[in-house]
């Protein structure tokens, strides 16, 4: 197994939590991509002169190729030469899409399809972002225990309410959490989504 794969392997949830992902996969290792090396000609015409644009034409014509040393060797029908690291770029082409992109190496795909569930995930985050910034405005201590209430029309806001309870309810620093209007409130405010309104209600216990 490559060094990658086992890094991979053992830091899968520090990495997935680091970049905000779902989860971590290995790609195909079928996946083709194109590397192409760039000769700089600021850094090669000191050394090379009026050979740099020879050199620069052969590199685009794939007529070079990598040295176990890490330097460059490109030729064509009648030199060639050697360069060094600090001589040329290597650039990575990866077709198809635009949320693909490879860096040294290692080929990257993001996922950027919006699922049910990823939706439901991230209006429950948008929610506790919200009542917490609730918190803030009425004055709440981090110790205070507060009791929330809500009414929503809309039959999916209220699902994911329920559904994400207990995360509303450990993020948000919340006691409880009731599918009801409270009139003596602390303080009240509607969070408001393409998806519908829902009305908050918090109460210091």
């Known amino acids: ?41 600021n850094m090669l015409w000191d050394k090379f002169w009026k050979d740099t644009w020879r050199i620069i034409s052969a590199s685009k014509q794939w007529n070079a190729k990598i040295l176990d040393d890490g330097q460059l060797f490109v030729e064509d029908w009648s030199n060639s030469w050697t360069l060094s690291a600090d001589q040329f770029d290597v650039r990575y082409s990866w077709f198809d899409w635009d949320n693909r992109i490879v860096e040294d190496g290692v080929m990257i795909e993001l996922d950027l399809s919006l699922t049910e569930k990823l939706l439901h995930e991230w209006i429950a985050r948008e929610i506790s972002r919200f009542l917490n910034q609730m918190r803030k405005e009425a004055d709440y201590e981090v110790s205070d225990r507060v009791a929330c209430w809500f ?29 009801k209007v409270l009139d ?22």
């Open 151 to 179: 009414i929503t029309e809309n039959d999916t806001l209220s699902w994911i309410i329920a559904f994400h309870e207990d995360y509303l309810k450990s993020e948000a620093l919340l006691s409880s959490l009731w599918r």
């Open 184 to 205: 003596s409130a602390d303080l009240h405010k509607s969070f408001e989504i393409e998806e519908g309104i829902v009305e908050f209600f918090l109460l210091r216990n």
């Open 1 to 41: 197994m490559s060094s990658a794969k086992k890094i991979l392997e053992k830091y899968h949830d520090t990495i997935a939590q680091e970049i905000n992902v779902k989860s971590i996969s290995l790609l195909d290792e079928g996946q083709q991509v194109v590397v192409q090396y760039i000769p700089l000609g």
